[in-house]
């Protein structure tokens, strides 16, 4: 069984910080590439942050960079998000996705096999 677990949503005001956490079971275990993907209310989902199994390989996305951080501790099969400086527009659901195989499109959605439920982050202004 595949599972991909995420944590840490909630609400914040501007400005603030939270850490996010997905925690992975089963096939998705020791997958090459992890990655969060968000999705605001009346948009498509996107892309966010990317890392490698090795941590050597992270990408962002531009509305990110510079306030957002992806990390991952592999012995506890857990990769982190962590989000500073929020913004009224980084509010939506994040979900956490898996690439046991680590294909080279890292932003598109296809190329990830697992997926988590997802976690609401509501930032106010």
């Known amino acids: 069984q595949v599972r991909l677990v995420e944590s840490g949503g909630g609400v914040v005001q501007a400005g603030g910080s939270l850490r996010l956490s997905c925690a992975a079971s089963?096939?998705?275990?020791?997958?090459?590439?992890m990655a969060w993907f968000r999705q605001a209310p009346g948009k498509e989902r996107e892309f966010v942050a990317a890392?490698?199994?090795?941590?050597?390989?992270?990408y962002y996305a531009d509305s990110v960079k510079g306030r957002f951080s992806i990390s991952r501790d592999n012995a506890k099969n857990t990769v982190y998000l962590q989000m500073n400086s929020l913004k009224p527009e980084d509010t939506a659901v994040y979900y956490c996705?898996?690439?046991?195989?680590?294909?080279?499109?890292?932003?598109?959605?296809?190329?990830?096999?697992?997926w988590g439920q997802g976690t609401q982050v509501t930032v106010s202004s």
């Open positions: 996705a898996a690439d046991p195989s680590g294909s080279y499109y890292y932003s598109v959605q296809g190329a990830y096999d697992f």
């Open positions: 089963g096939r998705a275990v020791g997958s090459e590439a």
């Open positions: 890392i490698r199994r090795s941590g050597g390989n992270i």
